[in-house]
């Protein structure tokens, strides 16, 4: 059974950036899609960005692009989002997502039925 850990979140000021981090344990996830989403008080979870298994393709919201970059390291079996020019309207609880049903996906999911394994979130909090 694969568990997802998110680290990473926490207070920053608007402008500011921050580094999640996703560590995947009890298997390897580098055949297959990995994701972030996020969920603000009172709404939807909603996409963030996904890459692919082998790092070579990603998509973002058109609210983070040119802002967010995720990654992975498939030898640490980790995906990481690199969030900077952050804005209040970032703020919410990350989750980091696998698509572990397939693999070698050469489309990247974005809604959240597409991913059948999540972590526990971490907060991020941008103050204006």
């Known amino acids: 059974q694969v568990q997802l850990v998110e680290s990473g979140g926490g207070l920053v000021q608007a402008g500011g950036s921050l580094r999640l981090s996703c560590a995947a344990s009890?298997?390897?996830?580098?055949?297959?899609?990995m994701a972030w989403f996020r969920q603000a008080p009172g709404k939807e979870r909603d996409f963030v960005a996904a890459v692919s298994y082998n790092g070579g393709s990603t998509a973002y919201t058109d609210s983070v692009k040119g802002r967010f970059t995720i990654s992975r390291d498939n030898a640490k079996n980790t995906v990481y989002l690199q969030m900077n020019t952050m804005k209040p309207e970032d703020t919410a609880v990350y989750y980091c997502a696998g698509d572990l049903s397939h693999i070698f996906r050469s489309d990247l999911p974005i809604a959240t039925t597409d991913y059948g394994y999540w972590g526990q979130g971490t907060q991020v909090t941008v103050s204006s």
């Open positions: 009890g298997r390897t996830v580098s055949k297959h899609a």
